[in-house]
């Protein structure tokens, strides 16, 4: 039977958590990180991510919103509400899958990420994908795309997301092979209601993953 989860040992489980545990709370210590002071100043939190620690299948989105730094959780906003539909559009709940961000705190006034923003935290995000070791790994939105692509080998199959929105890419991560699906940003879905319908076809390529 096929399934969404690696099979790995309890006592491997236990340092993926303990690693990830550090990660955060390096994170949260450093006061190197670009958007700290911002982060102090208007008692946010990180959001290094949630879900399964044994899933094949991991979610990167952009940087958190206002509510996720609040809470210190990813996609627990608007935007969120539809990853869940998403989700379960395709059989699938969170804690079946791992999602983070490329950038682990919220820029002021929700503008873009700068690009030493994405230098540093990205550098974390790279950890994450090598603890949790996912088959496949999701982008939601361009900035992870842009990032993701081409740290898998791929640049050349970068192009702007309304072209290969729903595909599945093979690349190579650290040497082994990882398969990488672009996603639309499910907050398109909420300022264009028509998309929605894109967005849950585009999902349904992830069933090869664990059915
Ligand atoms: N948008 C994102 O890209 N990430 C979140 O966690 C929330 C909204």
Redesign the pocket.
């Known amino acids: 039977m096929s399934t969404v989860l690696q099979d790995i040992s309890k006592e491997a489980l236990e340092i993926r958590d303990n690693r990830l545990r550090a990660l955060r709370d390096g994170l949260v210590a450093d006061t190197t990180a670009p958007l700290y002071e911002y982060r102090k100043a208007n008692g946010f939190h990180p959001?290094i991510g949630e879900g399964s620690h044994k899933t094949k299948i991991m979610f990167v989105?952009?940087?958190?919103?206002e509510?996720?730094a609040k809470q210190g959780?990813?996609?627990?906003?608007?935007?969120?509400k539809f990853?869940d539909v998403l989700l379960e559009h395709i059989g699938l709940a969170r804690t079946d899958v791992y999602?983070?961000?490329?950038?682990k705190d919220r820029p002021p006034e929700n503008r873009d990420p700068v690009p030493a923003e994405i230098e540093y935290y990205a550098k974390l995000l790279d950890k994450q994908v090598e603890i949790l070791r996912p088959s496949c790994l999701v982008t939601?939105?361009r900035?992870?795309m842009g990032y993701l692509l081409p740290k898998l080998g791929l640049e050349a199959e970068l192009k702007s997301i309304s072209q290969i929105h729903g595909k599945v890419f093979e690349g190579a991560y650290n040497g082994e092979k990882i398969s990488i699906v672009t996603l639309y940003?499910?907050?398109v879905a909420l300022y264009n209601g028509s998309m929605r319908g894109t967005l849950l076809k585009d999902a349904e390529v992830l069933k090869e993953f664990f059915q």
């Open positions: 959001v989105g952009e940087a958190p919103g509510n996720e959780r990813p996609f627990c906003g608007a935007a969120g990853l999602i983070t961000n490329l950038v939601l939105g900035y992870s940003h499910p907050a």
